[in-house]
């Protein structure tokens, strides 16, 4: 009860004009860009976090969650109408919908799409409402070493699972925590590896990590990838008589809440994310089909966009669930949420319900209002949101990269943010080019100066006992669990990898960066968009 009380109240602030208009705005804004080909959920909310620092942290976290879930809906329309996944997630999604599309039900698909979103994102967002509080006051509980466990599980997850190879996750891990030694050293007081620059003594702002390796790096690893030319976008009947029929509102239901019981509880864990979670609804889907609603997967089966978007906006939500109550991210994604929390001096963890109770509980009511304004605003405006695919590219990532270097700039008005914006963005444009994920880089540039806070209490504590970091039970059954989340990481990975062999054939517009399959560049390098956003 107290949870739904919580609720209430929290419903009482994001109801209010401004709020409601800052939850508009960010679905609209989200949507926009996400919708836009080659541009994923990390990838939006990167970008547009600057827009979050002219508010107060009630509002701007309430229009970084609209960012969020308006930038997760708007790879679906990519993926059906232009056969270009923004991210790895909507490969699924592109498999069934673009041929949806192709034969005349695109509308069908995109409603089916939107109405799915809506469906789990609502389901999921209850499940958030009453386990997070619980989570949380067990979390209070933990100690610096069961605290250290904590962070060790998400930096091993994370680095062996979000990516297609192991080492060069651990690899990509290693650097994101090299960047979070940079600054002044708490205890001494000493400056680590800033080079005598003064800006660097405060350390490498989370901002400029997220922002150059989602919005510089990958845009520069897009356009490098392109070749001239229009793009070819299915046209949308927007007469009525083309949205879902009876017989796909029967076909449709079912895979709404199998993806939603698939994608949340995968979402939870660092276990590779949305993209295994629709991977697996839809192996699920194709399995339990009949008669002729089996024959159509491969060639437009509507169960096979009902599932995966399900699940796909299912796991969104449960990424919040570690991220608010624990202070781990388990995606891209996530981690650039805490940067959002840490511009503001908030640290997401089992204290936040406590000392920050009337903002979190704000920002878990808009989650319940975003979903209403996504489906009140996608269904309508599909037509607006062809025309935004219809974009020259110069001018799209052009603009991206001129509002990320605005952006960065914005931080302290300072030269040097930009300089270390675009060194980040190279690296990170590298890092694609050969097949190394920046989601751990990310992850360990932010979890980083956590770890070693912890290691040092726990140390000072222990007068320098290794062996009081493995002495609670939490932390011994933290590193057992990481064992089984490692193993069963990899099990599900084989699994996808299965099921993207099996008969029915990938979109050749699967990969992120290529344009259509009759406009894509070749493919000259060993690299794989890396999972987990």
């Known amino acids: 009860m107290d949870s739904l009380t919580a609720l209430l109240e929290g419903f009482s602030t994001a109801l209010q004009p401004q709020y409601l208009l800052t939850a508009l705005f960010g679905v609209f804004i989200g949507t926009a860009v996400g919708v836009l080909p080659g541009i994923g959920p990390a990838m939006t909310v990167a970008l547009l976090l600057p827009l979050t620092y002219t508010l107060d942290p009630t509002g701007a976290l309430i229009l970084f969650a609209g960012i969020y879930y308006g930038g997760m809906y708007g790879g679906s329309t990519t993926s059906i109408l232009l056969n270009t996944p923004g991210e790895s997630a909507s490969i699924v999604t592109a498999l069934e919908g673009n041929r949806m599309a192709k034969a005349g039900r695109g509308a069908a698909a995109l409603a089916t799409a939107a109405i799915g979103s809506f469906v789990a994102g609502t389901v999921a967002t209850v499940l958030l409402t009453f386990l997070a509080p619980g989570i949380a006051r067990l979390a209070v509980q933990?100690?610096?070493?069961?605290?250290?466990?904590?962070?060790?599980?998400?930096?091993?997850?994370?680095?062996?699972?979000?990516g297609s190879s192991v080492p060069r996750g651990l690899v990509s891990l290693g650097l994101g925590l090299v960047l979070g030694l940079v600054g002044t050293e708490v205890l001494s007081g000493q400056q680590r590896y800033t080079f005598g620059i003064r800006s660097l003594a405060d350390g490498i702002d989370v901002v400029l990590i997220a922002v150059g390796l989602f919005a510089v790096g990958e845009t520069l690893y897009v356009a490098s990838r392109l070749r001239h030319g229009s793009v070819r976008v299915i046209p949308v009947d927007r007469g009525w008589r083309t949205w879902l029929t009876r017989d796909d509102l029967r076909r449709s239901w079912k895979p709404w809440l199998r993806g939603t019981a698939i994608g949340f509880p995968i979402g939870t864990i660092p276990a590779g994310g949305a993209d295994v979670a629709t991977f697996l609804s839809y192996a699920t889907e194709r399995r339990l089909a009949k008669g002729e609603a089996r024959a159509e997967f491969g060639r437009g089966a509507i169960e096979g966009v009902a599932g995966p978007e399900s699940a796909n906006n299912a796991a969104a939500a449960g990424v919040l669930v570690p991220l608010l109550t624990l202070g781990l991210p388990t995606t891209a994604t996530a981690a650039i949420i805490i940067s959002a929390f840490q511009s503001y001096g908030i640290r997401p963890g089992p204290l936040l319900f406590e000392n920050q109770s009337g903002l979190v509980w704000a920002l878990i009511a808009s989650l319940y209002i975003g979903n209403v304004l996504l489906i009140v605003l996608n269904l309508p405006l599909v037509g607006m949101w062809v025309k935004v695919l219809r974009i020259p590219r110069p001018y799209l990532y052009g603009g991206i990269l001129a509002f990320a270097g605005l952006g960065a700039y914005a931080l302290h008005f300072n030269?040097?943010?930009?300089?270390?914006?675009l060194a980040v963005g190279l690296v990170g444009f590298l890092m694609r080019r050969y097949g190394y994920p920046v989601a751990p880089m990310v992850v360990g540039g932010i979890l980083g100066p956590m770890a070693e806070e912890q290691l040092r209490k726990s140390m000072a504590i222990s007068q320098g006992d290794v062996l009081y970091l493995v002495h609670s039970p939490f932390a011994i059954v933290a590193y057992g669990t990481l064992a089984v989340i490692v193993a069963t990481g990899v099990w599900l990975k084989r699994r996808r990898a299965r099921l993207e062999s099996s008969p029915a054939p990938v979109p050749t517009g699967a990969l992120p960066a290529v344009e259509a399959p009759t406009a894509s560049a070749p493919d000259r390098g060993p690299h794989r968009r890396e999972t987990g956003e």
């Open 142 to 162: 933990l100690g610096p070493a069961d605290y250290f466990a904590l962070i060790v599980v998400a930096f091993l997850t994370v680095g062996a699972l979000l």
């Open 415 to 421: 030269v040097i943010d930009t300089v270390t914006l």
